[in-house]
Structures are given as structure tokens and as C-alpha cells.
């Protein structure tokens, strides 16, 4: 995955808490700056979804919350660490300040 | 909306609708591109079983498969780019045996009894009247005195287009089956056989494609049909590759 992957993305937003869709893509624009298409969304909420990394909550109406499961908490916690090190070493490597 | 897949449309449907009608006309190429990623890849469905998502790759394979056998038959079929003679031919020969093989792996086994024997059947009647009855009244036609050669042109057109028409509906059809009859009648093979089954099936297909592909390119000239038959069965390679990446990410139902 990468940092603008929209699985990471979704994975992101749903960190905090369960969200439904609509706000899950709230969650991303308030981060990135742009909302995600509809197909780019929920093609990553399905593949989640199959990867048990999320999973459904009751909810009402149209929308459906979901939440992160323990499975998907530990892939993205992982997948962070990953980043941040990377990120790390390219802001050492170019003289700045990680912190 | 209507033209994502049932399962996808069921779980996610409402929630795409409502997005897409916030967003306006300018979400159309992204739910375009999302609704042909969803069909290329239907490990990601939505599922009430890993089971049930092995069922369907199951099927794409067999779909894959299909798809390639009906590619290669019309490139044999036509004249050029592959001559009847050396390498090549055993090549495309090698390729039909992987095919067979792959679809032998990836298929759904039918449960061993009269009820699902019955369902499988009824299904298969179903599905393959309508193929089998066009394909039997071209063998028909042909076999009944008529000459091609001194038919009008017509006619010799529409036998032609008629033959072609029923093998592309059973290719169709074939899968349909698998997808009508349901868990109660066939059991989808195990992760392991299907990884296997869709490997075969990859290289199957990029065997032909690669191999009918540099025949139409190079030599006496340019073949358009052959080259895009070629192009054809590579890009089933890449629906191969793509299914073998959501294998691997997805839970096993054993």
C-alpha cells in the first residue's frame, strides 16, 4: 500500500471510529484535500471488506457503517510504521528535521 | 448503478447512489472505471462465505477460459497469420491442452447426488438450448446437400454468422451454469487448485497471445485480426495476473 492508496486512505479515516460511507469520505478530503470518486471509494471499501480488514455495523436508512477490525488495525498500524520510516529516512537524507 | 454486479450493488449500492448523486456528472468516468474493476474482479464481491468468493473465481475462470478457447478457434479459423505447418501450430495445440487443463482445475465439482445431478442438468438444458439448437441447424444445413461455394452470398454469410453466434452464446452460457446452480449442487475447487487452475490458464493464454501476436506482426505483413486476437488473449493474461493477486490476499475457506 501507499499513501495515497485509497485502501490506506479508507483505512485512515476509519481509525478514529465507525463511519458510513459518506463520511468516510469526508474523513479523506479533510486529510488530502480531495474527496475520492464513488467507484474509487467503494471498490476499496469491497476489497476491505474481503480482506476481513473492515467489517459492516447495523445501521439505518441507506447508510451502512463500518468499522476497522483487530486484523485491519494491525495491517494499517503496520503499514504506517512502514511510511513513517521511509519517510523519515527521505527527510534525514535531505537535511530536514523529521519532527 | 444498474451495471455493477448484483452482489456489489446489493451490499454498497444505496451508499454509491447517494455519492455519486452529490458529486454530479463529474463522478460518471470514475464509477465507469469502478464498475469494469468490479467485474474484472469478483474475489472482492461482496460474500457470505470464502466458499462462496472461491465459487465465483471459480467461474471467472472457467469464463477466462471460454474466452480464449472461442479467441483461438477464430484465429484458426482464418486464413493466416498462422500457416498449418510448423512451430506455431504446435504451439497453439500446446496452448489448447493447458486450456483444457486450466478449466479441469478451476471447475466447480458437481456434489455427488441425484439432486444436485438433477439441478446441474436442468441448468445445463437451460442455458444451452438455445447454442445447441442454432449450432445443430448450421450442421444440418451444411450437411444437407447445400453448397457453400454455389450458395448466394447471402446465405453462405448467414451460415457462417449463425455458427459463429452459437459457439459465442455457449461460450456465454457455459459459465451461466455455474452461476445458476449454487452451492447445493457443486462445490467449488480449493484455493490451492484454483490458484493452480488460473496459473494454467494464464499461460495458456499468453503462450497463444505472444505466439499469435509476433506471427501477425512479423513475416509477410501485418495481420489486423490475427494481431488482435493476440492482443486479446494477452489481455486475458492480465485478468489472470489480476485474479491470482486477490487470491492471495483473500481468507481461505478451509
Redesign the interface.
Known amino acids: 500500500m501507499q499513501a495515497n492508496d485509497a485502501q490506506t486512505l479508507v483505512l485512515c479515516a476509519l481509525a478514529d471510529g465507525p463511519l458510513?460511507?459518506?463520511a468516510v469520505?469526508t474523513a479523506i478530503e479533510e486529510l488530502t484535500g480531495e474527496?475520492l470518486?464513488?467507484?474509487?471509494?467503494?471498490?476499496a471499501?469491497?476489497?476491505l471488506?474481503?480482506?476481513?480488514l473492515i467489517e459492516?455495523l447495523d445501521g439505518q436508512g441507506?447508510?451502512?457503517p463500518v468499522r476497522l477490525t483487530p486484523l485491519g488495525r494491525e495491517v494499517l498500524e503496520r503499514e504506517l510504521r512502514a511510511m513513517a520510516r521511509v519517510a523519515d529516512a527521505g527527510l534525514r537524507s535531505l537535511g530536514v528535521n523529521p519532527a | 448503478m444498474r451495471l455493477y454486479p448484483d452482489a456489489f450493488r446489493e451490499r454498497w449500492g444505496a451508499m454509491v447512489e447517494d455519492e455519486a448523486r452529490g458529486t454530479g456528472w463529474k463522478s460518471w468516468p470514475n464509477l465507469v472505471v469502478g464498475v469494469v474493476d468490479m467485474w474484472l474482479h469478483p474475489a472482492v464481491w461482496p460474500a457470505d462465505s470464502p466458499a462462496q468468493r472461491q465459487r465465483r473465481v471459480a467461474t471467472m475462470g472457467i469464463t477466462v477460459a471460454l474466452a480464449a478457447w472461442f479467441l483461438g478457434h477464430l484465429a484458426a479459423e482464418q486464413a493466416g497469420p498462422l500457416p498449418a505447418e510448423g512451430v506455431r501450430e504446435t504451439v497453439m495445440h500446446g496452448c489448447t491442452v493447458l486450456l483444457l487443463l486450466g478449466i479441469a482445475l478451476v471447475a466447480p465439482l458437481p456434489r455427488p447426488t441425484p439432486g444436485a445431478a438433477i439441478t446441474l442438468l436442468s441448468w445445463a438444458v437451460r442455458r444451452l438450448a438455445g447454442p445447441t439448437a442454432l449450432g445443430t441447424a448450421v450442421v444440418v444445413l451444411v450437411h444437407s446437400g447445400v453448397d457453400a461455394d454455389a450458395s448466394p452470398p447471402t446465405l453462405r454469410t448467414a451460415v457462417l454468422a449463425a455458427w459463429w453466434i452459437a459457439l459465442g452464446l455457449g461460450s456465454i452460457q457455459i459459465p451461466r451454469i455455474f452461476t445458476g446452480v449454487g452451492a447445493d449442487a457443486v462445490v467449488p475447487p480449493g484455493t490451492g487448485r484454483l490458484r493452480a487452475g488460473v496459473w494454467t490458464l494464464a499461460g495458456a493464454s499468453a503462450t497463444g497471445g505472444a505466439t499469435l501476436l509476433g506471427g501477425s506482426v512479423t513475416g509477410t505483413g501485418l495481420h489486423p485480426l490475427g494481431a488482435g486476437i493476440g492482443v486479446g488473449l494477452l489481455l486475458l493474461t492480465a485478468v489472470c495476473a489480476a485474479t491470482l493477486r486477490d487470491l492471495r490476499g483473500l481468507p481461505s475457506a478451509h
Not at chain 1, 470518486?37 to 471498490?43: A, E, Q, T, W
Request: no cysteine; net charge positive; hydrophobic share 15%.
Open positions: 458510513h460511507g459518506y469520505n474527496r470518486g464513488p467507484g474509487s471509494l467503494y471498490g471499501l469491497a476489497r471488506e474481503s480482506k476481513q459492516p441507506r447508510q451502512r
